[in-house]
């Protein structure tokens, strides 16, 4: 069982930066990859981006690749994401989830992701 608390949502004007943290409960923290995915109102959960759990290889959706990045620290059981250059339509509610496999090798599919957090709100104005 792997409990997952986001924080370090909030508002920001178009152009700033957040980082988001995900902190994971459990040993076996290190055995997941992990993943952030956002949804917007009126609008389907969608991939952010993925790191895996040997070597830590990143996947990223195309709308954030190079604005964004993601890292673990497995001695602290968390993850994060960076976000920079941030746009109004990043506007979502994020999410991070852990995963334990990926059908495609690109951990973007949400149904294969186990164990989701509570999701933390990102508002970017214009």
């Known amino acids: 069982q792997v409990q997952l608390v986001e924080s370090g949502g909030g508002l920001v004007q178009a152009g700033g930066s957040l980082r988001l943290s995900c902190a994971a409960s459990g040993r076996t923290f290190k055995r997941y990859a992990m993943g952030w995915f956002r949804q917007a109102p009126g609008k389907e959960r969608e991939f952010v981006a993925a790191?895996?759990?040997?070597?830590?290889?990143?996947y990223y959706a195309h709308s954030v690749k190079g604005r964004f990045t993601i890292s673990r620290d497995d001695a602290r059981n968390t993850v994060y994401l960076q976000m920079n250059s941030l746009k109004p339509e990043d506007t979502a509610v994020f999410y991070c989830?852990?995963?334990?496999?990926?059908?495609?090798?690109?951990?973007?599919?949400?149904?294969?992701?186990?164990?989701w957090g509570q999701g933390t709100q990102v508002t970017v104005s214009s």
């Open positions: 989830a852990a995963a334990r496999y990926s059908s495609n090798g690109g951990f973007n599919l949400p149904y294969e992701y186990a164990y």
């Open positions: 790191i895996s759990w040997i070597g830590g290889s990143t």
